[in-house]
């Protein structure tokens, strides 16, 4: 039985003082513990003051992207030990964002979650078709070569540590949620692939999340769906009690 997972995505929002409330806010809220493994995801400048609120807490904390190497001359970009210092255990890797505007590819996203792997965080990779690969008939091809992509070369014992996000880019904030059928279709697609890459012990240890407007009403039917282990949770996650009514359909 593969535990639910539900992280919140806080891309480009919250200053770290607002980041802090929130948190604070969210371990008011998730006191009482419950099955669901529960992540947070603030912008880089956030996540200390985030950690130190939710240190001891049942919340964990993630990065939104990491680069692949230890250090070096990357202006701009963080390690995984920068994020491991401050308590970060998780790491969107290939948001589609990433992918659209800041030249994120196959190869970069297998690189990032090798790293992320190799030195002990827990990557969630994601992978997505937009509307007009949808609509050409690519969902399936473009979802393979994402999940191709990323797990080229990795190891089952590797390869095990992640977690998978497919996230539709026609319904990332757009309010347009891929129904029930849609989304299972696809994390079907999914876990067979995986199947095939690796095993079928792998794909059933393998959690996959579906991410792109869900909201507490709509979050129990999806979870409920028997491929779908939870969700990624953007524009829902930026309030607390929007989360939690979505944190209580995993639960
Ligand atoms: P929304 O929930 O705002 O649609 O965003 C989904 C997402 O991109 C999470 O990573």
Redesign the pocket.
């Known amino acids: 039985m593969r535990t639910k997972f539900v992280a919140g995505?806080w891309?480009m929002y919250k200053t770290p003082s607002e980041a802090e409330s929130l948190a604070k806010d969210l371990k008011e809220r998730f006191s009482k513990p419950g099955r669901a493994d529960i992540v947070v995801c603030p912008p880089f400048t956030a996540l200390d003051r985030v950690s130190r609120v939710l240190s001891g807490t049942q919340l964990r904390l993630g990065a939104q992207d990491m680069h692949w190497e230890d250090q070096g001359a990357f202006t701009g970009k963080v390690s995984h030990d920068m994020l491991k210092d401050i308590g970060v255990q998780y790491v969107?890797i290939g948001?589609?964002?990433q992918r659209t505007y800041f030249h994120e590819t196959n190869e970069t996203v297998c690189k990032k979650t090798r790293k992320a792997l190799e030195t002990g965080l827990v990557p969630i990779v994601?992978v997505g078709e937009t509307l007009e690969q949808r609509e050409a008939n690519k969902t399936e091809a473009i979802v393979q070569s994402h999940i191709e992509g990323a797990f080229q070369g990795l190891a089952k014992d590797l390869a095990l540590g992640a977690i998978v996000?497919y996230?539709p880019v026609w319904?990332?904030?757009?309010g347009k949620t891929a129904t029930p059928a849609q989304a299972q279709e696809v994390h079907a697609f999914i876990r067979d692939l995986v199947k095939k890459l690796y095993d079928a012990d792998f794909s059933q240890q393998l959690r996959i999340l579906y991410?792109?407007?869900?909201k507490p009403g709509n979050a129990a039917e999806l979870f409920g769906l028997p491929d779908v282990d939870g969700g990624?949770?953007?524009?829902?996650?930026l309030k607390g009690e929007d989360f939690a009514g979505i944190v209580a359909a995993a639960n």
């Open positions: 995505n891309k969107i948001h589609s964002e994601c996000a996230e319904a990332i904030g757009t991410g792109g407007s869900v990624l949770i953007g524009g829902a996650s």
